[in-house]
């Protein structure tokens, strides 16, 4: 999809199930919208259809976006992100998606993206270039992994100086997500590890605590071991030198399909 404005393109992978009429053939299904980390300099595959997979055993649609990223400048991804919604809405009736069932997921560089949509979703800016209104842009709720939140002291300056370049030391604090947070940021999955040493904790931490005091419904889980980047922390998503397997972290995919059943009922 072509950014308003901007001379980048976003790619949106879509998987959307079939319906049968042998198994609700009406029924309309919630979507996950996926943005996979890197740093905002590619886009993690480990981070995107391996997980992809098992929101779809859970019986969601799900799409991946595959956002511009540096040498491309903010905002272009965070546009790519509100067309995706957009176009996700526009198709609802053709592709049996409820449309006031969107969650936008992310992981790392991807996490910062997503909570980055949640937390400005509602500002006109956005609605203008999108040549649409703020309504159509509302999600139901952000899943974010390891995410990049805070551009501050625990801040992983490299995500930072790829989405903002020269304009980074003048805009970063603007894009420090703990201090967007509003009443109108939607209801929020986060989990991480305590041993993160490329993202820290905190970066959770802060969205988390900012999401309490706003009065935002939000469930951080904490993981005692395992490093960054562990996608779903199994065999299937673990690197080519085989680091990424971290047993004690697989629940969260379980731990997630619990959240966003309890949203969607709610």
């Known amino acids: 999809m072509k950014t308003p404005g901007m001379d980048a393109t976003g790619y949106l992978y879509t998987y959307f199930l079939d319906s049968s009429i042998e198994m609700r053939p009406d029924e309309k299904r919630p979507v996950i919208l996926m943005c996979p980390g890197g740093g905002y300099e590619m886009t993690s595959d480990r981070e995107a259809e391996p997980v992809a997979m098992r929101f779809l055993a859970m019986g969601y649609h799900v799409a991946i976006l595959r956002y511009s990223v540096s040498p491309v400048r903010y905002p272009a991804a965070l546009l790519q992100v509100a067309g995706s919604v957009l176009y996700l809405k526009k198709h609802a009736e053709e592709y049996h998606i409820d449309p006031e069932k969107i969650v936008v997921q992310g992981c790392s ?72 947070v509003t009443e109108q940021t939607p209801p929020t999955f986060l989990w991480h590890t305590a041993t993160d040493d490329t993202v820290p904790v905190e970066n959770s931490l802060y969205f988390f605590q900012a999401c309490l005091e706003h009065g935002v419904s939000a469930e951080l889980h904490i993981y005692p071991v395992g490093g960054h980047g562990l996608s779903l922390a199994n065999e299937e998503t673990c690197r080519a030198n085989g680091i990424g397997v971290q047993k004690e972290c697989q629940s969260w995919i379980s731990l997630a399909q619990i959240w966003l059943e309890h949203i969607f009922e709610n």
């Open 109 to 180: 560089a991807g996490g910062h993206l997503a909570a980055d949509y949640g937390v400005s979703w509602h500002q006109k800016w956005i609605a203008d270039a999108m040549a649409t209104t703020s309504e159509q842009l509302k999600i139901a709720g952000l899943l974010l992994c390891y995410p990049v939140i805070t551009s501050g002291e625990k801040a992983h300056e490299g995500s930072f100086r790829n989405l903002l370049g020269d304009a980074c030391e003048e805009k970063k604090a603007e894009l420090s997500l703990e201090n967007q």
